[in-house]
């Protein structure tokens, strides 16, 4: 039903996302959509856990491509999530606010707690490995810190991509030591 969600809202946008045509899209009832879901709001949530899971996973895999090259995974990882960030049909309707994006808004912003807390396991438990010396704290607060200025890049975009994550990667480095 999520997968319906998604496809609907990169379709029509949120607003357009109706509970009876996520049921249709999936052959159930309209009842059983609210049923799993309770309201759209519920839906709304479920949709962006949905989509911070998958750059989470996303994360992980392209930070352990690099193997021991902490410097090139980071900027490489940072790079391919602005990038993602900014051709994902979700994401551009969240941000410009285009048909009825608005309300999944706060996923990124006040509500950012989902974001912080998928993608901060995966960068945490990273960090853990590739610094050992760090303590938890410290690679906790580092991959508080990295997220939160990776998710500032995606609101409000610098000039390219490639320069914000130049930029970023730099700043993670010196967090890291």
Request: glycine residues 10%; charged residues 20%.
């Amino acid at each position: 039903m999520v997968a319906a969600a998604r496809d609907l809202t990169a379709a029509h946008g949120w607003d357009g996302v109706r509970m009876a045509d996520v049921a249709a899209a999936v052959g159930v009832s309209r009842q059983t959509v609210y049923n799993e879901f309770g309201d759209r709001a519920g839906l709304a949530e479920q949709l962006a856990l949905a989509e911070v899971q998958r750059f989470a996973e996303m994360v992980g895999r392209e930070l352990s491509a690099h193997g021991d090259d902490v410097h090139a995974a980071v900027h490489a990882t940072i790079q391919r999530v602005l990038t993602e960030a900014a051709a994902n049909p979700l994401v551009r309707a969240i941000l410009t606010g285009d048909r009825g994006g608005g309300e999944l808004m706060p996923y990124l912003t006040t509500r950012s707690n989902i974001v912080l807390h998928a993608a901060g396991e995966v960068v945490a438990g990273w960090v853990r490995v590739q610094r050992p010396e760090l303590d938890d704290g410290a690679a906790a607060a580092a991959a508080d810190v990295i997220i939160r200025l990776v998710i500032s890049h995606i609101v409000m975009p610098g000039e390219s991509s490639a320069a914000s994550a130049e930029a970023l990667s730099g700043v993670f480095m010196r967090l890291l030591g």
